[in-house]
């Protein structure tokens, strides 16, 4: 019964890690066969600047967009888990940008993004004159300035949070009516309600989804940075780190050097995974029922 | 019965409250008292709408007619958080993330009592009703006896105007059962509080209460003491509700005629009722009978006898002196042990 699995997971999944394991300690160009460098590669990353920024984009990108993105997922679920009026289409319309194929998603944005033409900078100069927006200030130069690319991928993946949304919205959903009933006859306010019953309720789905969220940002900034960006404003401002191992694999052709930086993004993984093993076995205790 | 005399001032009470749910009508028009310090017990079969009474004396439920006073308040627009009210959940519903000393001061925390007040009153709630050694623990913890006592704790905490019980003791075993309820019914003496306890178990009504509302599809069908309720019962329902197994109940014409000099008041279609204690076996003039099957509980036996109008009857004996399966017998009765009832309207008719 498990054999397809296992056959798939072997293929697809530790094969290719071992391999490139292997590789982090080859210099291999895809066209000669590899040849043995020992741990030149890593003392190489080590010193190497653009892959320092593209670590540091890397982690910037995770620490900023994941709590937004939770936040967002988090505020959306406890405002629409009801069954009141224009819920639903709220909650479709909460979902639907993460249906949209990844490519697709990037050509819209690159659209909305225009600083000329694109609908956002449009309607933040609204109201205000030449060019400028109501509070007389320019417009975010979302492609070209540094600071403003970054939070165009940032905000691009703030709305990629559906998955999250609908799993806290299933949360919520779960937790017993009674006790917000007990609540409600303590007379505890909303504010008290959210602080001392749903938070902390929801703590362990929270966490989990944190943690998982923080292993994907390592992926869903690939695309965006991609095809909207394109790694840029020059020289780095949106290299990420999968952005840099992409480049330095396929179109540098250095293949151990990019396997080594993959060394390091498995790390970030396992490290966060590590995490997610704690958090989990220290809430089963917190919440055995 | 119905028609008792309201005043604004007890414990709690209800003037004339509808209540739906989804549309359906689960409340009719409910008139209903509790004295302050009193224990009333309402009692009635699932659907009755005994939950929904507690709910909307809560103000989880919303009336659509009538009115809620407690405590001599008109509560009926106020909010649940204002109604100064304690409710006890089947379910226990504590916080699985809190202690139990978080748990029960949780209404006062909130409240914005100071920490070190609400921790000294959650350990005296806690010593009141034996739970002071959990405080420490997590509900996940604890057994479901002990959850009982800790969400107890939580509403006597804040010493509200009215105790709402919603079947507290049906998710604990018989041995716990039968000691919890005895702990309630001290517990409530000590603190002379007013409270509203509801329960499908006619043995913890008639244990427990000072009096007894018996529910039935949303109206009170009786109100009484328990020894009322027993041996009064106002309806063919209450009759047949309280008391296991059931009181008998027969067309006043025909299926066995009652020795001794009938009450006043015969006339017309009437039903008598007899509980299974009250059944004489073996009266040489009594209605003939077949034995069907015979259940012994302990020194007693409970003989469930066809007559011959095929009427099904039940009697209690002495398992000593049991009779067999498919013996005949001679089944008899005392006016005396028997309640009648109109069989159009179900009521009680005479004393």
């Not at chain 1, 043995?36 to 920024?53: C, H, I, K, Q, Y």
């Not at chain 1, 909303?190 to 989990?208: E, K, N, S």
């Not at chain 2, 739906?20 to 209903?32: D, E, F, K, P, S």
């Not at chain 2, 259940?295 to 007559?307: I, K, Q, S």
Request: net charge neutral; glycine share 8%; charged share 20%.
């Amino acid at each position: 019964m498990l054999a397809p699995y296992l056959v798939g997971l072997v293929g697809l999944v530790l094969l290719p890690a071992a391999v490139t394991l292997a590789l982090a300690f080859t210099e291999y160009d895809l066209v000669n066969p590899p040849s043995w460098a020992g741990l030149a590669n890593v003392s190489e990353l080590v010193t190497d600047p653009v892959f320092r920024v593209a670590l540091t984009n890397s982690l910037v990108f995770a620490l900023v967009a994941v709590p937004l993105r939770v936040l967002l997922a988090l505020g959306l679920a406890l405002l629409l888990h009801r069954r009141s009026f224009g819920s639903r289409p709220a909650r479709v319309a909460a979902l639907l940008p993460t249906a949209v194929p990844e490519i697709a998603y990037g050509l819209l944005w690159l659209w909305l993004f225009n600083p000329l033409y694109g609908p956002i900078n449009q309607l933040l100069r609204v109201g205000g004159e030449n060019g400028l927006t109501m509070l007389g200030r320019t417009p975010p130069q979302w492609l070209t300035d540094p600071t403003d690319a970054r939070a165009a991928i940032i905000l691009m993946s703030v709305f990629t949070m559906g998955e999250t949304f609908v799993v806290l919205l299933a949360a919520r959903r779960a937790l017993p009516a009674d006790v917000y009933e007990v609540a409600a006859l303590e007379d505890a306010t909303g504010w008290d309600v959210f602080r001392r019953v749903t938070l902390p309720l929801m703590a362990p789905v929270l966490a989990l989804l944190v943690v998982r969220d923080l292993i994907a940002s390592l992926h869903f900034s690939f695309v965006p940075a991609f095809v909207v960006t394109d790694g840029g404003p020059p020289p780095y401002a949106t290299t990420y780190l999968s952005l840099f191992i992409y480049r330095t694999g396929f179109e540098y052709l250095r293949y151990g050097y990019a396997a080594a930086a993959t060394l390091v993004m498995m790390l970030l993984t396992v490290a966060a995974v590590v995490l997610q093993w704690r958090l989990f076995r220290r809430y089963r205790a917190f919440y055995r029922l | 019965m119905s028609d008792v005399d309201l005043t604004h001032d007890a414990g709690l009470t209800l003037d004339g409250v509808s209540a739906a749910y989804r549309g359906v009508t689960v409340l009719q028009q409910l008139r209903l008292t509790v004295a302050r310090g009193e224990l009333l017990v309402v009692l009635g079969p699932s659907g009755a709408g005994k939950s929904t009474l507690l709910r909307v004396v809560a103000g989880l439920e919303p009336v659509t007619t009538g009115r809620v006073w407690i405590a001599g308040r008109d509560v009926t627009a106020d909010r649940p958080g204002r109604r100064n009210v304690s409710m006890v959940f089947q379910s226990y519903a504590l916080f699985p993330h809190l202690t139990v000393a978080e748990n029960i001061a949780f209404g006062l925390v909130v409240r914005d009592v100071p920490k070190v007040a609400a921790r000294e009153r959650a350990r005296t709630a806690a010593e009141q009703v034996g739970a002071a050694h959990l405080l420490g623990r997590r509900p996940g913890q604890l057994s479901g006896g002990e959850r009982q006592r800790v969400a107890l704790a939580r509403a006597l905490v804040r010493e509200p105007d009215v105790f709402l019980l919603d079947e507290p003791l049906s998710n604990l075993d018989l041995a716990l059962r039968v000691q919890m309820r005895a702990e309630l019914r001290a517990l409530h003496d000590r603190l002379g509080a007013t409270m509203a306890h509801v329960t499908h178990d006619q043995t913890e009504a008639l244990v427990l209460a000072d009096r007894i509302a018996v529910l039935r599809d949303g109206r009170v069908e009786q109100v009484g003491t328990p020894d009322e309720i027993w041996h009064t019962p106002a309806s063919r329902f209450v009759a047949g509700f309280v008391g296991s197994p059931a009181m008998n109940v027969l067309p006043g014409s025909g299926p066995i005629q009652p020795s001794g000099a009938p009450p006043a008041g015969m006339a017309g279609e009437r039903e008598i009722g007899f509980r299974p204690e009250a059944v004489v076996l073996g009266e040489p003039d009594g209605a003939a009978a077949t034995v069907d099957r015979v259940e012994v509980v302990g020194t007693d036996a409970y003989a469930y006898l066809t007559l011959r109008a095929g009427n099904p009857v039940v009697a209690r004996v002495p398992a000593a002196h049991r009779p067999a399966r498919g013996d005949a017998v001679r089944v008899g009765v005392h006016w005396a042990d028997t309640h009648v009832f109109d069989a159009t309207t179900g009521l009680r008719c005479a004393a």
